[in-house]
């Protein structure tokens, strides 16, 4: 008797129980998909992060072992340095450098000669043109004065800002324009300042910015 008394009194869940225990269930697999999904956002972030100090770091040493050079003239006699131009664009800027070394010490800037098929370490790199792109948000190198020469590279990509100032042995600023000899020839070091900005994925932009002044140790003090 006690035992169909039992079964008797022993109901299922009403409407109201399913539904309220739908509503924790939904709440708590939500909770679980945002966590999930901000670990996600955070780990793509991160690397995408990682990636663009990598380039920032490989581009500026690469910029940093030319700009060293500038100057090279080991008896004064190639006229080696930072040179001045009005046209067709004024340097330096703070966007276009172009500077001359005397890398294989025959007394003369050479130039650029790739009829061997080969770009050497000597006369083949005597002139160098730094510029950025801002259209195309590129730093490119050109083995020459001529900004539209088609052997000019590419150093880095999705260069979102980019900026020389020119410093004098007080590690002052030189001011822009620099457009007279002895503004010129106070040049001492370079800063480069460059922003290198890549999407990540759907959760926006990573942006990084490395500034590095860059002492010219050829350059006459």
Known sequence: MENKNFFNNTRGFTLVELLIAVGIMSMVITAIYGVSASASRSSTKNEVAAEVMQNLRTSMDFIEQDIRMAGLDRFGLAGAGIVRQDAPVPMPSATHLYFTADRNMNDTIDNYDNSDGITEDGGDLDRITYYYDAANKQLRQCLSDDTTDPLCET???????????????????????????????????VQVSMTIQKPASAYGPVSRTLTKRIICRNLEF
Request: glycine content about 2%; proline content about 6%; charged content about 15%.
């Open 155 to 189: 150093v880095a990509n999705n260069v979102g800002n980019f900026q020389f100032s020119y410093l004098d042995v007080n590690n002052a600023q030189i001011p822009f324009p620099i457009d007279t000899d002895a503004k010129l020839f106070s040049i001492r070091a």
